[in-house]
């Protein structure tokens, strides 16, 4: 033939001669509508060598870019919270007991006597076994009266109160034997302690009887109380719980006079 068939300079010898067709003069050219598998190979191709070429998609389709994980960091999972819901009141559950005194701090005691100052109660302290001190424990009046010698019985209050911070415990507060010096001063420490942050140290070192009652130099040097609205049955319930003694049998008063404990 003498019209020998051109080759298009710029075509690659070894591409997929697929998308080439014969135009009118017999001569090869690439088609302005190549077929639809073709474009998806084309574009795929495309897509691909750009990435490769400079890490950039410059093609319609975009390469992911993945970040590099940072170090592991334990401190990211720490709690940080106390274990309290918000707006729900913390429930306490055993507070201690303990004097004004033995606080060794400012306190306030609630200035609700009503509801959150007990009536004079009954107490023995019973000695545990492992224990290094003894456990003061609830005691029916009737029981302690009949079996124990009147010097083993205590009776005082307790009132709701708090150091510094809500930090809240059972003050004890002196009924019987008011004319001494330390129970009058406790108990004056007891009542201006309702409004007031106020502590009480003892001054048997300087060979003085009974406590030196101070009250914070600033009212507001503290917070004021965020008191529990728990009851003070409630309170002492949790606080006195398994050491109410109730009946003869108790563990706790047998062991007091001396009683065979049965062995279940």
Known sequence: MSDAIETNPTLNPFDDLSPLRLAD???ARMSEYPAGSEVKEVEALASSENAAGDGKAKGSASAVAVAKPGPF???KFKSKRADAIANVDTLQTGLPISSMSQAKDFVRLHPDEENYWSPELCFVMVPIKGAKRDSLHLIDEDLAMRLL???KIMRFRLALATKPHD???LC???TRNLDNSWNRD???GCERAKTLWTQATSRGEEGIDGYFVQVARDPDAFPQPKWPEQSLNDLLDRAFAGRMIDSEDHP????LIGGKQSVS
């Open 149 to 151: 010698p009147s010097g």
């Open 167 to 169: 930090v809240f415990f």
């Open 252 to 255: 706790a008063l047998l062991r």
């Open 25 to 27: 003069d017999g001569k």
């Open 186 to 188: 406790n108990i004056a």
């Open 172 to 174: 004890r507060i002196p």
């Open 73 to 75: 960091d334990l401190n």
